[in-house]
T-cell receptor
């Protein structure tokens, strides 16, 4: 059974600070990793995807992947009140080699609150 | 970018009736469609995977005769909840995997359908 674990929170961060979200996964052969933002009652919105070990930066967001530790994280710099949402970590197979035909395994999400 | 249009966004039905949810990929071909279900404060749980023209593959514990999936074209997939019961009340989300003109769009999610069975 594939599992993705996240701290459910809530994680409260002051506006302008760095929010750090963490995720661990159980399936060692996982190849693709995603962070989604989900507002209440809405569908998930893709924030970042990462496939290789190391860091990947996109604007205020940085995703970090460590396959040896089976660990993925998301850093949000200069946090804004609009960043308040639930952040879902999702894990999948190799998207370009058959694994893309598999669905994603999601964590339960971390509820992030940015305090003005 | 790629868009998946999901309808209806919200539906209330009586117990014992059937409800159909549609997902259409706009501007790209959805070779694979995934259907998820999300209960309040829970994660998205994969229900089934369908490829165009093939029978859907259901996850363990998901009744294939209750959740009918049709993926007859590369742009349309439907999920029909048959003989709905209150415990089927949930948020149903589709996700398409596909490409257009050589561009891989990864996983594109629909906007979700809130089903309430009374």
């Amino acid at each position: 059974q594939k599992e993705v674990e996240q701290n459910s929170g809530p994680l409260s961060v002051p506006e302008g600070a760095i929010a750090s979200l963490n995720c661990t996964y159980s399936d060692r052969v996982s190849q693709s990793f995603f962070w989604y933002r989900q507002y209440s009652g809405k569908s998930p919105e893709l924030i970042m995807s990462i496939y290789s070990n190391g860091d990947k930066e996109d604007g205020r967001f940085t995703a970090q992947l460590n396959k040896a530790s089976q660990y993925v994280s998301l850093l949000i710099r200069d946090s804004q009140p609009s960043d308040s949402a639930t952040y879902l970590c999702a894990v999948g197979g190799n998207m370009y080699s058959g694994g893309g035909a598999d669905g994603l395994t999601f964590g339960k999400g971390t509820h992030l609150i940015i305090q003005p | 970018g790629a868009v998946v249009s999901q309808h209806p966004s919200r539906v209330i039905c009586k117990s014992g009736t059937s409800v159909k949810i549609e997902c259409r990929s706009l501007d790209f071909q959805a070779t694979t469609m995934f259907w998820y279900r999300q209960f309040p404060k829970q994660s998205l749980m994969l229900m089934a995977t369908s490829n165009e023209g093939s029978k859907a593959t259901y996850e363990q514990g998901v009744e294939k005769d209750k959740f009918l999936i049709n993926h007859a074209s590369l742009t349309l997939s439907t999920l029909t909840v048959t003989s709905a019961h209150p415990e089927d009340s949930s948020f149903y989300i589709c996700s398409a995997r596909g490409s257009s003109h050589g561009t891989d769009y990864g996983y594109t999610f629909g906007s979700g359908t809130r089903l309430t069975v009374v």
